[in-house]
C-alpha cells in the first residue's frame, strides 16, 4: 500500500481513536456530496478525509484497482483508461465518489449484469470507531464487509478499496428499442441476455411512449457517432426524445466510451431544467449552450446544496421487483404525471445487507423519479411520503441519497436492525449516528436563490461546516 496512504490512515486512526476514548460522536467530512439533502458540519464533530482522493494502484495483469473513497468517477476512468480497463459499473455523474457508490448505494446501466458498484469490489479498507484499522473481505471480516454496503459510514470509515476491472473498448454502441407501455418497457428489458449486451436502461417520456436503450461494447463504429460531452452537443435524453420523436421505429448509433458513461452529467439526466424554471431562464439550446459551465452535476449539486432547492423537487429512486415495476409506474403516473422516468434494471444482492437492491427476486428496475417544483412545503413533503408509503406496500425500496421522512418502523421494516445493532456493538459504533438518522430529513432549510448564484458562478463544490 501506498506510504503516503498508510499515513494519512495512521493519523485519521489517532482521530477516531481519541473520539473514541472521549465517548464522542463524530461525522466523516468528505468535502463534497452527491446528496440531494442539504448536509451541515459542525467543525469539532467531524473528522476531514477529503484527502483521501488517490489512485493508489493498478494492476493491469490481474485487472484490479486500489483507491481512495474520495476518488471521483471520472478520476477513476481517466486511471483505468490508461491500461485500457474500466470498472464494470460507472455512475453516470463524474463527481460520484468510490465512497459514496459503495457506502450510499450506486449503481448504472452496466448494473444488469453486475450489480450495484460494491459488487465488483473485492475488498475495503475501514477505520472501525474505535479507531482499529481493518481489511473487511468475503473471508476477512465478512460480517462488516456485507454490512459496509448502503451503511451510510455508520459502521466506520471506508479508506480504501479494491476494484475488479473489464477489458475497455473505444465506443459503446446503442440500439435504441422503442416502447408503448409499462408492460412493454419490463418485457423488453427481461428478454435482455447479460452475455450479449453491455448496457441497458430505459426512458419513458408517457405512459405509452419510451425507449429502452441496450448498448455494446465494441472497438468499431458500426454507427454515426454522436457525442454529448461537448458544450454544443445537445443533452442526452433530448437527443433521444427528439430523435425517437423522427424515428419512431427505432434507430442504432455509436457513442466514444467516456461519453456514454458520463451520458446524463449534462442537465443531470433532465432535472437540470428546473434551474431554467427557478430563474426563468428560457430553455433552448443556446442557452444551455451558454450556461453550459455550470450545468454539470458538479455544478448543479452545489446548487442544491446552496439554494435549498431540492426541498422544492421530488428527486426519488426507487427501487423494485421487476413483478411490481409496472403496478409503481402507473401508479406514478395516476398521482404524479411525471416524466420523464428513467428506468434501470439490476442484478438482485442478497448479500449486501443493507443495500437497496437486496431484494429476493430474479430481476428489479430501479425508476428514477424526478418532478417538477411544488412550492408549498408541506406538499412536498406529502409527495415524498406518498411514494414511500406506495414502495414499502409493494416490498420495494428507495436510494439514501434522496430526501427521506419514513418512520423509524418503516425504515427498519426493509432492513435487519436485530444484525444492525450487533454489528454496531461488535465494532464499537454504538457512538456514531445510524442510517435513520443520517438519512432522515428533520430540518427545513431556507431557500437562498441569490446566494446560490454566487456560489455557483464562483466557487467549488464544498459542504458547509459550521463552528
Known sequence: MDKTHGLNVQRISQQVEAFFKNKKSFRIFHGATNSTRVLTFKKDEIIDISGLNHVLSIDSKKHTAVVEPNVSMDTLVKATLRHNLIPPVVMEFPGITVGGAVQGNGGESSSFKWGTFNQTLNWYEIITADGEIRTASDKENSDLFYATPGSAGTLGILTAAEITLIPAKKYVELKYIPVHSFEDAKNIIESIHKNESDFVDGIMFSKSSGVIIVGQLTDKATAKIRRFSRAHDQWYYLHVENTYQANPQGWTETVPLTDYLFRYDRGAFWVGRFAFEMFNIPYTRFMRWVLNPILHTRKLYQALQESGASQEHV?????????????????????????????????????????????????IINVGVWGSRIPVYDDFIKANKVIEKKVLAIGGKKWSYAHSYFSEKEFWSMYDKKLYDKLRIKYHAESLATIYDKITVTKRHPIQKRKAVLKTLFGIAKLKIEK
Open 315 to 363: 428527486v426519488q429512486d426507487l427501487v423494485l421487483s421487476s413483478e411490481s415495476f409496472v403496478q409503481f409506474a402507473q401508479f406514478i403516473d395516476t398521482e404524479f404525471n411525471t416524466y420523464p422516468l428513467w428506468l434501470c434494471p439490476m442484478l438482485p444482492d442478497t448479500k449486501a445487507l443493507f443495500q437497496l437492491n437486496n431484494l429476493k427476486t430474479e430481476s
